[in-house]
């Protein structure tokens, strides 16, 4: 099992950046491929980005391509999404996801087994 705490939310302008960050437990870090959703008020979560175990893979949604940047360091734990160019229709709680297995990088929130408990980010226009 592992748990997975978000952090690095919070109110930002339009055309700015964050970086968040989700520090994960646990000694099998590397055996996980991780991913980033978001929610909106009203709306369905939605596949943001992942990336594999080894790092030699990562995935984007179309919505978020060339702004956000995902990367992982199994050393220490830790998976991060760079955000930047930020719209207010990035606005959302942000949560990452952790897979037990490196086969494939899925963008359905059920190919993920972990949750953490979501980070705020708010973009003003």
């Known amino acids: 099992q592992v748990q997975l705490v978000e952090s690095g939310g919070g109110l930002v302008q339009a055309g700015g950046s964050l970086r968040l960050s989700c520090a994960a437990s646990?000694?099998?870090?590397?055996?996980?491929?991780m991913g980033w959703f978001r929610q909106a008020p009203g709306k369905e979560r939605e596949f943001v980005a992942a990336?594999?175990?080894?790092?030699?893979?990562?995935y984007y949604a179309d919505s978020v391509k060339g702004r956000f940047f995902i990367s992982r360091d199994n050393a220490r734990n830790t998976v991060w999404l760079q955000l930047n160019s930020l719209k207010a229709e990035d606005t959302a709680v942000y949560s990452c996801?952790?897979?037990?297995?490196?086969?494939?990088?899925?963008?359905?929130?059920?190919?993920?087994?972990?949750w953490g408990q979501g980070t705020q980010v708010t973009v003003s226009s």
């Open positions: 996801a952790a897979r037990l297995f490196c086969d494939s990088l899925p963008t359905v929130p059920s190919g993920y087994t972990y």
């Open positions: 646990g000694r099998t870090f590397s055996m996980y491929a």
């Open positions: 990336i594999s175990c080894s790092r030699d893979r990562t």
